[in-house]
């Protein structure tokens, strides 16, 4: 079992810029497949992106605006934001499943979630 803790959220005006952070504690990240999801008031949670040992893969919504990231000594996964829509809007939430999954955009695969952070982007 792997604790997984989220920092960073806030309120941010459209094109603008946010860094989350997810600390993972009780096991080591590298032998993890690392996700990030968020879910927004009335809809569906949905796959943002995802890390597993350097490999990446990213929603075509976020595409060349957000870039995850993974440092494996500190034990964390950052994702960076940039070029914010007001429909990134979200609760964001930090996921781990243990060893490289066939599908990382699929949320039923993942077995630990953090709490989440809120996300706003104004017009």
């Known amino acids: 079992q792997v604790q997984l803790q989220e920092s960073g959220g806030g309120l941010v005006q459209a094109e603008g810029s946010l860094r989350l952070s997810c600390a993972a504690s009780?096991?080591?990240?590298?032998?993890?497949?690392m996700g990030w999801f968020r879910q927004a008031p009335g809809k569906e949670r949905e796959f943002v992106a995802s890390?597993?040992?350097?490999?990446?893969y990213y929603a075509d919504s976020v595409k060349g605006r957000f870039t995850i990231s993974g440092d494996n000594a500190k034990n964390t996964v950052d994702l960076q934001m940039n070029s914010l829509k007001p429909e990134d809007t979200a609760v964001y939430y930090c996921a781990a499943a243990q060893g490289r999954l066939l599908r990382s955009d699929y949320s039923g695969a993942y077995n630990n979630w953090g709490q989440g952070t809120q996300v706003t982007v104004s017009s």
């Open positions: 890390w597993s040992g350097g490999i990446t």
């Open positions: 009780g096991r080591t990240l590298s032998r993890y497949t």
